[in-house]
């Protein structure tokens, strides 16, 4: 096995046997609530999650965020997902393929997510720290056929590279190089977070350069300094496990961090980091994202043969917290009211984003 097979089956023990949660649990969400219509005036029966996603229809707005591939415990893992995603009309997204790029034995590993899923809307991921590190178009093309690929996500974790003891902290170069990528393709591109959040002026610098869509995936659920902590420990590498505990709850805010791309730009967003209930994701859709994402939550389900059921439970709860405000559709839940309180209107004043016109907002 690769020393990079080996991190990634570390990644996913960790991630399964430890708390590997931001400590303050801070997304935003406790700080944003819905105004309760009493008269809802529909049938919850008639709810309607469905939306179109970056030129495909889904059945409901959420994405099985990236997780894994490229080993044995993985391949466990994907089939499950995949067979949920097919089955609920979601879109999901692999891990890395840097694995599979890198050693072509490797690439069953992602393939049986297409086999599994083959009408699913299909998100292939890639580094930007391999871009920033010499892959180019041809190797970002064959992660997408691949897996046949929808869409590609190229993943920015300069937390992760920072705090991980064989970390490639180098980002000199990637913006450029996304824009290359961007306009060689002929698939969507979107940009995601893996846990720390994108500010306003980054994602108009990505929506400049042509990238069609931002996973925000910002702070409050899993932490990779967190998961690196853990890693460094067990290597008794005491310094990067310091590092770890230091930067553990770094981050913007998932709350905040969609509201600044979707302020700051017109593309399709995602939001994930820390959503772990429908009412979360019913949330984040009215502060502005077409969908939202998960991970770690889903990663215990896949393994026990439960991940149907608990998907459908957060579309489920999904639709009830669009019942209970009033909302038949995913456009009247953009258009709900929302308050915003607490450390989150804080921050949003701060950044010239006024949490009172979220209060404003009027079902048209
Ligand atoms: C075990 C695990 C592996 C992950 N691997 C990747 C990856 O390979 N590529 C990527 O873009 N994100 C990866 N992520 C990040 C997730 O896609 C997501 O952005 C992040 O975990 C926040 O969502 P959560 O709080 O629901 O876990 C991984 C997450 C977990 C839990």
Request: glycine fraction near 8%; hydrophobic fraction near 45%.
């Amino acid at each position: 096995m690769s020393e990079t097979e080996f991190r990634k089956l570390d990644h996913i023990r960790i991630c399964i046997e430890k708390d590997v949660q931001t400590h303050n649990n801070w997304t935003g969400f406790k700080d944003v609530s819905f105004i309760h219509n009493a008269l809802p005036e529909i049938s919850l029966e008639k709810v309607d999650t469905s939306l179109k996603f970056l030129g495909r229809r889904l059945e409901a707005p959420i994405i099985i965020e990236a997780i894994t591939g490229g080993t044995r415990e993985s391949t466990k893992i994907n089939i499950p997902l995949a067979e949920a995603a097919e089955d609920l009309g979601l879109a999901m997204g692999v891990g890395s393929q840097r694995i599979a790029i890198d050693n072509p034995k490797r690439a069953s590993t992602f393939q049986i997510v297409r086999r599994k899923a083959p009408n699913t809307c299909i998100i292939g991921n890639i580094g930007a720290s391999q871009l920033a590190d010499g892959y180019d178009v041809k190797e970002v093309q064959k992660a997408i056929d691949m897996i046949n690929a929808d869409v590609l996500a190229i993943h920015l974790n300069a937390l992760q590279e920072a705090i991980q003891p064989e970390g490639t902290p180098f980002y000199n170069g990637v913006l450029k190089k996304i824009e290359k990528i961007t306009s060689a393709l002929s698939i969507p591109v979107i940009v995601k977070e893996t846990g720390a959040g994108i500010a306003s002026t980054e994602a108009a610098m990505l929506e400049k350069i042509g990238v069609k869509g931002i996973d925000v995936s910002g702070a409050g659920g899993t932490s990779w300094a967190a998961v690196e902590h853990y890693r460094s420990k067990q290597l008794s590498n005491y310094v990067n496990a310091k590092l770890g505990e230091v930067f553990w709850n770094w981050g913007i805010p998932t709350a905040v961090s969609i509201v600044e791309v979707c302020k700051s730009t017109k593309l399709t967003v995602i939001a994930s980091g820390g959503i772990r209930t429908g009412i979360d994701a019913a949330k984040a859709i009215s502060l502005g994202a077409n969908a939202s994402g998960l991970a770690l939550p889903l990663l215990k389900p896949a393994l026990e043969g439960t991940i149907k059921n608990v998907l459908e439970m957060l579309i489920k709860e999904l639709k009830i917290a669009m019942f209970l405000i009033g909302a038949k559709s995913l456009e009247t839940l953009h258009s709900v009211p929302l308050i915003i309180t607490g450390q989150t209107a804080e921050w949003l004043r701060a950044r010239g984003f006024p949490p009172e016109e979220y209060a404003k907002k009027a079902i048209n």
